[in-house]
């Protein structure tokens, strides 16, 4: 069950988007790849930047911020947890999103046909 704090951080979170996941959403909400997806979408004690629940597939757009070897490690234990709860993990840059969105829209194009 989700916790209240991490409901009222997701609503924060989905007002202060970056430029890279508000350039996402805008592709992404229009729907063409025929799933739903929700943003800042609270998961257990995580909230993923997008997560399509009936594919259980979740879409993390890193920046400048996962770049640390600590940023690292805790990306790492997210997309554990993730997994363990039966979540299939993106990532993509924020890089990817500026340069190449089309080759992002791929990937999650990808991913979506791939669910189990």
Partial sequence: MRNKPSIAFAK???RTMTRAELILWAHIRKRTLGHRFRRQHPIGPFIADFACVAAKLVVEVDG?????????AADARRTEYLQSDG?????VTNTDVYENLDGVWIAIESALAQRT
Avoid: P
Avoid at 64 to 72: Q, R, S
Avoid at 87 to 91: A, G, I, K, P, Q
């Fill in 12 to 14: 924060k979170l989905r």
């Fill in 64 to 72: 400048a911020t996962h770049a640390t070897d600590a940023e690292i």
């Fill in 87 to 91: 979540w299939r993990v993106l990532r």
